[in-house]
């Protein structure tokens, strides 16, 4: 969908944030520990504009489904505005507020649970006008209802008027979750993986109607989902988040065919697709989503990030950067000690080879990884500086003796990402928005990086 | 050879009223040994049941009605010193023993089924982030599932094998001493598979084995698993309704509806030279993320309940290329390399051929070029048909 610059965004989410569980048990206040909130979203800021169908994607316990949550009110957030064609909605009166509920609805992703089984079809899609006042007496307020249940494909509606939920199919069920959300004649309405629970053979069908009654009903969607195909089907553009943090956000088809940020291209590579058989890719990262009680410092993504950025003076190559920070990962975590360092040979070799292994798909390994089953890497076939390699040797002599705490700050020093240093500010790349400090290198936008060597491993390269 | 050989299988769900849900009706499959093999459909169409009943792991009201199950083993107690079965179990009318040497589960007992389990054949469950034990060792689990199925093993042995079972799917070896909460997502469905793994069985049966897990996990445990037959030459049935899953991960695959086989044969076979009216029907409605500007066609109606169905092909009431045989009965496989007017009444019987349950088998050209309009399948009038 083109963007005219003079429309208006019908919402506006600035630097918003939902920290959940601030409060402290007994036990934390009388022992003086500080309380650790799970950061649910942490500063997304997004403009959505009329007519338009956003997707959010990311994996379990990114935010997408609190982001929805907080833009139709049904939380608070902790920080940050949300603007709705033109008014804050955290800070409404009464009435306000009355009437944005009526131009604002959601759409749940289970049509099970989401339903009152103990009311019909009937009384499920006439509550909201009765709650709204919105059409007078009986007659009227049934003539609507079943129109919607007609628009939403459930006719005849009076042979859907008073069934009950349990009589219906998930993707009847899943129509009528709809109709409740049409009958007030919304401007925007927020979809959380509204297909999720349908059989495949059906969901189509769901989808296609949620685009035929976009025009029909001229709405603006919200629409989450952990399923990167389905975004692609349903979004004019899409949003990526990643630990509470909109990783990367534009045009769906630019975001998808050619992602800038790591963490997408990770995200796209690890869908499988029918189509693409033998010729695909897996995704290069490393590990799994961290806690969002205690989240990486930096960027949130650098511990898994397969283009993280070396110190300005590293003079080595970016690969060997990239396994000599996961070797400091792995010292940190503790999977590292003289208890590990197994097999024949020198121990401070053979810990060493250990922990620049990286945990990725074959495709992605050293030749002596694929040999070893991913216990060993070469140290001497990567482009280690000599300071590293020496500050590498160190550690893992402190390892052996013991030591782990010396054994970082041996590292310290030398294996050193600015990407841990400080969170990367969204910056416009094409028709994106990027958070990765690659970007923001790139294009001069702040001092920090830079540098020579770095950069040039760094550098995002198109091919 | 083959290593499972599925016959006709029924099983049942008894109900309450005496009527019966049909969850599996003559099914009939094999799988080679080393191969992965893939049972896909949408939820209720029987997948889940059929794996389990393998095993016998079926819930208290579910029986097999009739079929066979030859597997690629011989009990302990009917073998010879090679592990071979012996000429007087084969000759025994009441042992259940080819001469092939393939034992039908079917028909061993609960105790007989217990040396097959694990030891041959291992599942790794649907929900197997929460298979783990939260009050052992995950470690110790592991020698459990040993010990108890190999009891020749003595427990350093045992503990051995867990650590290096661990350190084979990409876990610590010293984390055999966690316990399950302190494992990720990722690491318990690894450590479920390395259990799995534990008695070196012949079949793996993995039953949605990724559903729960994030896309960027899910990628690396389809590659461990690949990893995992490439090195020990264990076959895996795969249990899903991704069908993108099983696109990527199956050599051959069997697509189940309503309780039934609708179509069987090589991966590549089912999804470009598609035979059968539902997989043409399932093919329209999932989109994928490498093309822009698709049409997703849903296909209309709702799956047929199994309670006590009727005669009729399962998938007619649904299907725009129903005709009058379609009412009568619940179509044979046909083979759809042979099929042709006369080739009708030869149905298939070998596994490895691109079979498809459906009357219309000879003009499947038509079929195809109609499946990709939208309005075959939106169009009102052919369900009276």
């Given at each position: 969908?083109?963007?005219s610059?003079?429309?208006?965004?019908?919402?506006?989410?600035?630097?918003?944030?939902?920290?959940?569980?601030?409060?402290?048990?007994?036990?934390?206040?009388?022992?003086?520990?500080?309380?650790?909130p799970v950061?649910?979203?942490?500063?997304?800021?997004?403009d959505?504009?009329?007519?338009?169908?956003v997707?959010?994607?990311g994996?379990?316990?990114?935010?997408?489904?609190t982001?929805?949550?907080?833009?139709?009110?049904?939380?608070?957030p902790?920080?940050?505005?949300?603007?709705?064609?033109?008014?804050?909605?955290?800070?409404?009166t009464?009435?306000?507020?009355?009437?944005?509920?009526?131009?604002?609805?959601?759409?749940?992703?289970?049509?099970?649970?989401?339903?009152n089984?103990?009311?019909?079809?009937?009384?499920?899609?006439?509550?909201?006008?009765k709650?709204?006042?919105m059409v007078?007496?009986?007659?009227?307020?049934?003539?609507?209802v079943?129109?919607?249940?007609?628009?939403?494909?459930?006719?005849?509606?009076?042979?859907?008027?008073?069934?009950?939920?349990?009589?219906?199919?998930?993707?009847?069920?899943?129509?009528v979750?709809?109709?409740r959300?049409?009958?007030?004649?919304?401007?925007?309405v927020?979809c959380?993986?509204?297909?999720?629970?349908?059989?495949?053979?059906?969901?189509?069908?769901?989808?296609?109607?949620?685009?035929?009654?976009?025009?029909?009903?001229?709405?603006?969607?919200?629409?989450?989902?952990?399923?990167?195909s389905?975004i692609?089907?349903?979004?004019?553009?899409?949003?990526i988040?990643?630990?509470?943090?909109?990783?990367?956000?534009?045009?769906t088809?630019?975001?998808?065919?050619?992602?800038?940020?790591?963490?997408?291209?990770?995200?796209?590579?690890?869908?499988?697709?029918?189509?693409?058989?033998?010729?695909?890719r897996?995704?290069?990262?490393?590990?799994?989503?961290?806690?969002?009680?205690?989240?990486?410092?930096?960027c949130?993504?650098?511990?898994?990030?397969?283009?993280?950025?070396?110190?300005e003076?590293?003079?080595?190559?970016?690969?060997?950067?990239?396994?000599?920070?996961?070797f400091?990962?792995?010292?940190?975590?503790?999977?590292?000690?003289?208890?590990?360092?197994?097999?024949?040979?020198?121990?401070?070799?053979?810990?060493?080879?250990?922990g620049l292994?990286?945990?990725v798909?074959?495709?992605?390994?050293?030749?002596?990884?694929?040999?070893?089953?991913?216990?060993?890497t070469?140290?001497?076939?990567?482009?280690?500086?000599?300071?590293?390699?020496?500050?590498?040797?160190?550690?893992?002599?402190?390892?052996?003796?013991?030591?782990?705490?010396?054994?970082?700050?041996?590292?310290?020093g030398?294996?050193?990402?600015?990407?841990?240093?400080?969170?990367?500010?969204?910056?416009?790349?094409?028709?994106?928005e990027?958070?990765?400090?690659r970007?923001?290198?790139?294009?001069?936008?702040?001092?920090?990086?830079?540098?020579?060597?770095?950069?040039?491993?760094?550098?995002?390269t198109?091919? | 050879?083959?290593?499972?050989?599925?016959?006709?299988?029924s099983?049942?769900?008894?109900?309450?009223?005496?009527?019966?849900?049909?969850?599996s009706?003559?099914?009939?499959?094999?799988?080679?040994?080393?191969?992965?093999?893939?049972?896909?459909?949408e939820?209720?169409?029987?997948?889940?049941?059929?794996?389990?009943?393998?095993?016998?792991?079926?819930?208290?009201?579910?029986?097999?009605?009739?079929?066979?199950?030859?597997?690629?083993?011989?009990?302990?107690q009917?073998?010879?010193?090679?592990?071979?079965?012996?000429?007087?179990?084969?000759?025994?009318?009441?042992?259940?023993?080819?001469?092939?040497?393939?034992?039908?589960l079917?028909?061993l007992?609960?105790?007989?089924i217990?040396?097959?389990?694990?030891?041959?054949?291992?599942?790794?469950?649907?929900?197997?982030?929460?298979?783990?034990?939260p009050?052992y060792?995950?470690?110790?689990?592991?020698?459990?599932?040993?010990?108890?199925?190999?009891?020749?093993t003595?427990?350093?042995?045992?503990?051995?094998?867990?650590?290096?079972?661990?350190?084979?799917?990409?876990?610590?070896?010293?984390?055999?001493?966690?316990?399950?909460?302190?494992?990720?997502?990722?690491?318990?469905?690894?450590?479920?598979?390395?259990?799995?793994?534990a008695?070196?069985?012949?079949l793996?049966?993995?039953?949605?084995?990724?559903?729960?897990?994030?896309?960027i996990?899910?990628d690396?445990?389809?590659?461990?698993?690949?990893?995992?037959?490439?090195?020990?030459?264990v076959?895996?049935?795969?249990?899903?309704?991704?069908?993108?899953?099983?696109?990527?991960?199956?050599?051959?695959?069997?697509?189940?509806?309503?309780?039934?086989v609708?179509?069987?044969?090589?991966?590549e076979?089912?999804?470009?030279?598609?035979?059968?009216?539902?997989?043409l029907?399932?093919?329209?409605?999932?989109?994928t993320?490498?093309?822009?500007?698709?049409?997703?066609?849903?296909?209309?109606?709702?799956?047929?309940?199994?309670?006590?169905?009727d005669?009729?092909?399962?998938?007619?009431?649904?299907?725009?290329?129903?005709?009058?045989e379609?009412h009568?009965?619940?179509?044979?496989?046909?083979?759809?390399?042979t099929?042709d007017?006369?080739?009708?009444?030869?149905?298939?019987?070998?596994?490895?051929?691109?079979?498809?349950?459906?009357?219309?088998?000879?003009e499947?050209?038509?079929?195809?070029?109609?499946?990709?309009?939208?309005?075959?399948?939106?169009d009102?009038?052919?369900?009276?048909?």
């Amino acid at each position: 969908m083109d963007r005219s610059d003079d429309r208006e965004p019908l919402v506006e989410i600035d630097g918003l944030q939902k920290l959940f569980d601030q409060s402290q048990g007994i036990v934390d206040t009388v022992l003086g520990r500080e309380p650790q909130p799970v950061r649910a979203v942490d500063g997304v800021s997004l403009d959505i504009y009329p007519g338009d169908t956003v997707g959010i994607a990311g994996e379990s316990g990114c935010g997408k489904t609190t982001l929805g949550k907080l833009l139709v009110k049904l939380y608070e957030p902790t920080e940050g505005t949300i603007r709705f064609d033109g008014d804050d909605v955290t800070d409404m009166t009464r009435e306000d507020e009355r009437k944005f509920r009526k131009r604002v609805q959601m759409i749940f992703q289970d049509p099970f649970e989401s339903l009152n089984p103990r009311m019909t079809v009937y009384d499920t899609v006439s509550e909201p006008l009765k709650i709204n006042e919105m059409v007078d007496g009986y007659d009227e307020r049934r003539s609507r209802v079943k129109q919607v249940l007609e628009d939403v494909g459930l006719g005849p509606a009076e042979v859907y008027l008073d069934a009950f939920p349990d009589e219906l199919s998930g993707g009847e069920r899943q129509r009528v979750a709809i109709a409740r959300a049409l009958v007030v004649d919304p401007d925007f309405v927020v979809c959380d993986e509204p297909v999720s629970m349908l059989d495949v053979s059906i969901r189509a069908g769901v989808l296609n109607l949620m685009q035929d009654l976009q025009d029909e009903y001229d709405l603006t969607y919200l629409f989450i989902s952990h399923d990167l195909s389905l975004i692609r089907y349903m979004c004019d553009r899409a949003g990526i988040m990643y630990l509470g943090n909109m990783v990367e956000q534009g045009p769906t088809d630019d975001v998808i065919d050619d992602p800038k940020h790591p963490y997408t291209e990770a995200l796209f590579d690890a869908v499988p697709d029918v189509e693409l058989g033998d010729n695909r890719r897996r995704a290069n990262a490393t590990g799994e989503v961290p806690s969002p009680r205690n989240p990486p410092s930096g960027c949130q993504y650098h511990p898994r990030c397969a283009h993280i950025i070396p110190p300005e003076d590293w003079d080595g190559s970016q690969e060997a950067f990239r396994r000599a920070f996961q070797f400091k990962l792995k010292v940190r975590r503790g999977d590292l000690d003289a208890g590990t360092a197994s097999g024949d040979g020198d121990p401070v070799e053979s810990l060493v080879e250990q922990g620049l292994t990286l945990d990725v798909p074959e495709e992605y390994r050293s030749e002596r990884e694929i040999e070893t089953g991913g216990r060993r890497t070469n140290a001497s076939s990567l482009d280690l500086p000599g300071d590293a390699r020496t500050a590498l040797d160190e550690a893992a002599e402190a390892l052996l003796d013991g030591d782990p705490d010396a054994a970082v700050a041996a590292l310290d020093g030398v294996v050193t990402t600015p990407c841990a240093s400080r969170e990367p500010r969204p910056f416009l790349s094409g028709t994106r928005e990027v958070a990765c400090h690659r970007y923001e290198d790139e294009n001069g936008n702040t001092g920090a990086i830079g540098g020579s060597n770095g950069g040039i491993n760094a550098a995002p390269t198109e091919d | 050879m083959t290593l499972l050989e599925v016959n006709d299988l029924s099983i049942r769900y008894a109900v309450d009223d005496g009527s019966a849900v049909h969850a599996s009706d003559d099914v009939s499959f094999s799988v080679e040994p080393g191969e992965t093999y893939g049972l896909v459909g949408e939820s209720g169409c029987g997948k889940t049941t059929l794996a389990k009943s393998l095993v016998h792991l079926l819930d208290d009201n579910g029986y097999i009605e009739e079929g066979e199950i030859w597997f690629e083993t011989t009990l302990p107690q009917w073998a010879d010193e090679n592990g071979e079965p012996k000429q007087s179990v084969i000759d025994d009318p009441d042992k259940p023993v080819r001469a092939d040497g393939k034992t039908d589960l079917a028909q061993l007992d609960s105790k007989q089924i217990r040396d097959i389990r694990w030891r041959d054949i291992a599942i790794i469950p649907q929900s197997a982030m929460n298979a783990l034990n939260p009050v052992y060792k995950v470690g110790d689990q592991i020698v459990e599932a040993i010990l108890r199925h190999e009891p020749e093993t003595t427990a350093d042995e045992a503990h051995d094998r867990a650590r290096d079972l661990l350190e084979r799917v990409g876990i610590e070896p010293d984390r055999a001493d966690d316990y399950a909460h302190q494992f990720s997502g990722g690491m318990k469905q690894r450590a479920v598979i390395a259990m799995a793994m534990a008695c070196g069985p012949d079949l793996l049966i993995a039953d949605e084995p990724t559903t729960a897990l994030d896309v960027i996990i899910q990628d690396r445990i389809l590659e461990e698993l690949e990893a995992l037959q490439e090195e020990f030459g264990v076959s895996i049935l795969v249990i899903s309704h991704d069908i993108s899953v099983m696109a990527e991960i199956c050599d051959r695959m069997a697509v189940m509806y309503g309780g039934k086989v609708m179509e069987s044969g090589r991966t590549e076979d089912i999804f470009d030279a598609t035979a059968n009216p539902y997989t043409l029907g399932l093919k329209n409605s999932f989109p994928t993320i490498t093309s822009k500007d698709q049409d997703l066609v849903s296909i209309p109606g709702t799956p047929p309940t199994l309670r006590d169905p009727d005669e009729g092909c399962r998938f007619r009431e649904r299907c725009p290329f129903a005709v009058e045989e379609c009412h009568a009965a619940h179509p044979p496989m046909y083979d759809v390399e042979t099929a042709d007017t006369e080739g009708r009444a030869v149905e298939s019987t070998d596994g490895r051929a691109h079979t498809t349950a459906c009357y219309r088998i000879d003009e499947l050209e038509q079929l195809r070029t109609d499946a990709i309009n939208e309005s075959t399948w939106t169009d009102q009038t052919i369900e009276s048909r």
